[in-house]
T-cell receptor, first 112, second 112 residues
Framework: QKEVEQDPGPLSVPEGAIVSLNCTYS??????FMWYRQYSRKGPELLMY????GNKEDGRFTAQVDKSSKYISLFIRDSQPSDSATYLC????????????FGRGTSLIVHP | NAGVTQTPKFRVLKTGQSMTLLCAQD?????MYWYRQDPGMGLRLIHY???????AKGEVPDGYNVSRLKKQNFLLGLESAAPSQTSVYFC???????????FGEGSRLTVL
C-alpha cells in the first residue's frame, strides 16, 4: 500500500458542478497538506496548502483535512472548463522534512 | 519573474549517449529536486539537494547523477542513456521545510 492513495480518474463533470477530489494517507505524522494543479504539458503549480486539520478557502477552492480519518479533500465550486487538469495531493511531516509525498494525481475534465 | 527554468525543453537521444539537464531558479531557494513523471506512475524523486554543494538520492536514482555547484543551479546528468529513461523530467525548488515546491515546465526526453 502506498503512503498516499489518490484515484487517478478521469473524473468528468459538467460545467458548474461541485467537484470533490480526495486523497487518503497512512502516515499519521503528516502535518502539511498541499494540492497541486497540473495542466497538460506543464509543470505542477501549488494551488493550496493547509497545516494540520481544518478547512481553508480560496475563492472557488476549499481544502479540507480530516486527520482522524487520514483523509484530505479539495472542493471546487462552480467548476469551469479551465479547471480541467490533473490535481495532485502532497503531504509532508513537520520538523525539517524537505520532501513531500505525492499522490499519483486525479485527472479532472469539466465539459461545457 | 522567471521562477524555475529548465533547459532543454525537448531532447532525443540514442541509447548510450550522455546529456545534462539544467535547472535554474531565481527565488534564492535552498532546496532543489529532480523528478521524473511517467504515465500512471506519478512523480518520482530522482535526486535532491538541501543546499549548495549537497546532493542526496531519492526514490529512483540509478542511472542519474547530479551536481549543485551554485545555489541557483541544479544539474541532472545521464551518463549512458537507456530507453527506460524516456520520460518527462521536472525540476523543482523550495524555500521552506514544509514541502511547498515550485516546478519548472518540464523537459521531455526520448531515448531511442
Amino acid at each position: 500500500q502506498k503512503e498516499v492513495e489518490q484515484d487517478p480518474g478521469p473524473l468528468s463533470v459538467p460545467e458548474g458542478a461541485i467537484v470533490s477530489l480526495n486523497c487518503t494517507y497512512s502516515n499519521s505524522a503528516f502535518q502539511y497538506f498541499m494540492w497541486y494543479r497540473q495542466y497538460s504539458r506543464k509543470g505542477p503549480e501549488l494551488l493550496m496548502y493547509t497545516y494540520s486539520s481544518g478547512n481553508k478557502e480560496d475563492g472557488r477552492f476549499t481544502a479540507q483535512v480530516d486527520k482522524s480519518s487520514k483523509y484530505i479533500s479539495l472542493f471546487i465550486r462552480d467548476s469551469q472548463p479551465s479547471d480541467s487538469a490533473t490535481y495532485l495531493c502532497a503531504m509532508s511531516v513537520t520538523g525539517g522534512s524537505y520532501i513531500p509525498t505525492f499522490g499519483r494525481g486525479t485527472s479532472l475534465i469539466v465539459h461545457p | 519573474n522567471a521562477g524555475v527554468t529548465q533547459t532543454p525543453k525537448f531532447r532525443v537521444l540514442k541509447t548510450g549517449q550522455s546529456m545534462t539537464l539544467l535547472c535554474a531558479q531565481d527565488m534564492n531557494h535552498e532546496y532543489m529536486y529532480w523528478y521524473r513523471q511517467d504515465p500512471g506512475m506519478g512523480l518520482r524523486l530522482i535526486h535532491y539537494s538541501v543546499g549548495e554543494g549537497t546532493t542526496a538520492k531519492g526514490e529512483v536514482p540509478d542511472g542519474y547523477n547530479v551536481s549543485r555547484l551554485k545555489k541557483q543551479n541544479f544539474l541532472l546528468g545521464l551518463e549512458s542513456a537507456a530507453p527506460s529513461q524516456t520520460s518527462v523530467y521536472f525540476c523543482a525548488s523550495g524555500g521552506t521545510n514544509t514541502g511547498e515546491l515550485f516546478f519548472g515546465e518540464g523537459s521531455r526526453l526520448t531515448v531511442l
